[in-house]
């Protein structure tokens, strides 16, 4: 996708923003610890992995995004992986404006 505007940008990641929380909100603490198929990242991983690259990527773009770093441990319930992409997102939001 390409953004000739802030505003533009913004507006497209506020729906990201609204159908993650969906998922998010979807999730139980049973489910964050299901694997999709053995020897790979369980949900619980794959949505802190989500969260993680946020502040990562937008690193590199010389924003600073605040958030979690890879040495914190993944959440084990579902309402701390809301609240964190919460914040990563509002710091994003706060860093492109």
């Not at 790979?40 to 993680?52: A, N, T, V």
């Amino acid at each position: 996708m390409t953004y000739n505007t802030i505003d533009q940008f913004l507006q497209n990641w506020k729906e990201i923003e609204e159908k993650t929380l969906l998922i998010f909100k979807s999730l139980t603490k049973e489910s964050l610890t299901q694997k999709i198929t053995e020897g790979h990242r369980d949900i619980g991983r794959i949505c802190w992995h989500l969260i993680l690259t946020i502040p990562e990527m937008m690193e590199k773009t010389g924003l600073a995004v605040t958030g979690p770093s890879e040495t914190d441990p993944v959440p084990t319930q579902p309402e701390d992986l809301i609240n964190t992409f919460k914040q990563v997102s509002k710091s994003l939001q706060q860093a492109i404006q």
